[in-house]
């Protein structure tokens, strides 16, 4: 079956710009998850999306990110105003309703460079 | 911060079990220990999961100790597309906001060598 899509695979744009990432998730998977994986480092969350809950935003670095979801489909991810330390792999993650230990699936992740 | 120790790096030859430790002293009762990997220029893939008994899959197999505070990830017989980062990690069992997230230490590299 289909796993989780991200688009685009790799961006590369320049200091100041927005852009925009997409997600979408495995169907049928209410729980959607943002991660940051720097050059070299480990995975930092960003932001976590269940059902019609409050997304939890306690991940996101600043007041440039911030993300939406549409029900329980496809997210976006927004970075405005990019910096050079946004450079990173942008991972999304889905998994089934909590509570009973669902493992997150991962997508491959957008590859984002800033010049 | 990861709630997990793990060596940084091992090797194991092709063919061989490739016996992967993780100490998790401090974890609660209602916490699932979750293995991951992550492959060069990919998204960490999910491997196995446990609570308290020994699991397996058609991936690997997970040994829980007695007292849960430490265990073992087995790939029985590792081949050279098992080289990776492989990340041990513990989460709740019920989880609330905030706890969902998966925290991810540095994992240990493991080189399955020909």
């Known amino acids: 079956g289909a796993g989780v899509s991200q688009s685009p695979s790799n961006k590369v744009t320049e200091k100041g710009k927005d852009v925009e990432l997409r997600c979408d998730p495995i169907?049928?998977?209410?729980?959607l998850y943002w991660y940051r994986q720097r050059l070299g480092q480990g995975l930092e969350f960003l932001i976590y999306?269940?059902?019609?809950?409050?997304?939890?935003k306690s991940g996101l670095p600043s007041d440039r990110f911030s993300a939406e979801r549409t029900g329980e489909s496809v997210s976006t991810l927004t970075i405005q105003r990019t910096q050079q330390e946004d450079s990173a792999v942008y991972l999304c993650?889905?998994?089934?309703?909590?509570?009973?230990?669902?493992?997150?699936?991962f997508g491959d992740g957008t590859r984002l460079s800033i010049l | 911060d990861a709630k997990t120790t793990q060596p940084p790096s091992m090797d194991c030859a092709e063919g061989r079990a490739a016996n992967l430790p993780c100490n998790h002293s401090?974890?609660?009762?209602?916490?699932?220990v979750y293995w991951y990997r992550q492959i060069h220029s990919q998204g960490p893939q999910y491997i196995i999961h446990g609570l308290k008994n020994n699991e397996t899959n058609e991936m690997a197999s997970l040994i829980i100790t007695e007292d849960r505070k430490s265990s073992t990830l087995i790939l029985p017989h590792a081949t050279l597309r098992d080289t990776a980062v492989y990340y041990c990690?513990?989460?709740?069992?019920?989880?609330?906001?905030?706890?969902?997230?998966?925290?991810f230490g540095k994992g240990t590299k493991l080189t399955v060598n020909p």
């Open positions: 990690i513990v989460r709740p069992l019920i989880t609330q906001g905030g706890s969902e997230k998966l925290v």
């Open positions: 169907s049928g998977h209410t729980a």
């Open positions: 999306f269940q059902g019609n809950s409050a997304p939890d």
């Open positions: 993650a889905s998994s089934q309703r909590q509570g009973n230990g669902q493992p997150q699936h």
């Open positions: 401090t974890i609660s009762g209602n916490e699932y």
